[in-house]
């Protein structure tokens, strides 16, 4: 019998797998959301900056392949690009697409749950990311949008460079700001636009 070999790394799946993800595609374009740019969800984006306090924040929703921001706030007056690894000196910056193992959104989407990171480093799981060297992030609060048919749509997440001290408060914060804009999502469906 050929010796067994302990892997330390085997249960760290950097991203999850996703099942509900074709159900959530077909959600996503009754809605009319997932691959362009809203407006309201731009202003959602920095009002939970500036509620938080984080330089970036999205709202952002996941299909089988990526992630797209359909929300986004960023410390330069909210213009998006794309996500390039970082040169010389300047790191990259989050964009309105990303690919579906970046980040920490896939891991609320799956697990239904919001997550707070104060440091990612703390937790070699989410540590080893490529956000982490790519753009620099540091620490993350992310909370699912579960709508009314009990589809998770994606998530609303705030990042920053630094680790920061989310806390009990800013887990309660970015749970209420999700539901927050499940409503608002709600209105539109309902308003047809």
Same mark, same amino acid.
């Given at each position: 019998? &050929? &010796?067994?070999?302990?892997?330390?790394?085997?249960?760290?799946?950097?991203?999850?797998?996703? *099942? =509900?993800?074709?159900?959530?595609?077909?959600?996503?374009?009754?809605?009319?959301?997932?691959?362009?740019?809203?407006?309201?969800?731009?202003?959602? $984006?920095?009002?939970?900056?500036?509620?938080?306090?984080?330089?970036?924040?999205?709202?952002?929703?996941?299909?089988?392949?990526?992630?797209?921001? $359909?929300?986004?706030?960023?410390?330069?007056?909210?213009?998006?690009? =794309?996500? *390039?690894?970082?040169?010389?000196?300047?790191?990259?910056?989050?964009?309105?697409?990303?690919?579906?193992?970046?980040?920490?959104?896939?891991?609320?989407?799956?697990?239904?749950?919001?997550?707070?990171?104060?440091?990612?480093?703390?937790?070699?799981?989410?540590?080893?990311?490529?956000?982490?060297?790519?753009?620099?992030?540091?620490?993350?609060?992310?909370?699912?949008?579960?709508?009314?048919?009990?589809?998770?749509?994606?998530?609303?997440?705030?990042?920053?460079?630094?680790?920061?001290?989310?806390?009990?408060?800013?887990? =309660?914060?970015?749970?209420?700001?999700?539901?927050?804009?499940?409503?608002?999502?709600?209105?539109?469906?309902?308003?047809?636009?």
């Amino acid at each position: 019998m &050929p &010796p067994t070999f302990y892997d330390p790394t085997s249960h760290l799946l950097l991203t999850p797998d996703d *099942e =509900e993800a074709p159900r959530r595609v077909v959600r996503l374009r009754e809605l009319g959301v997932g691959d362009a740019p809203v407006p309201e969800f731009d202003a959602f $984006a920095r009002k939970l900056a500036d509620v938080t306090g984080a330089p970036y924040a999205m709202v952002n929703f996941i299909d089988e392949h990526r992630q797209y921001f $359909a929300g986004l706030y960023t410390p330069a007056d909210g213009q998006a690009v =794309e996500l *390039e690894p970082a040169s010389g000196t300047a790191p990259a910056r989050p964009g309105r697409v990303m690919a579906r193992d970046h980040g920490y959104c896939p891991h609320v989407v799956v697990r239904r749950k919001a997550l707070v990171l104060e440091d990612v480093c703390d937790y070699p799981r989410f540590a080893g990311n490529p956000v982490v060297d790519e753009i620099g992030i540091r620490s993350y609060l992310g909370a699912p949008l579960i709508d009314r048919t009990d589809m998770t749509l994606g998530t609303v997440c705030v990042v920053a460079q630094e680790p920061r001290p989310w806390g009990r408060q800013g887990l =309660e914060t970015i749970k209420s700001m999700a539901a927050e804009l499940v409503e608002l999502i709600h209105q539109r469906e309902a308003g047809g636009s």
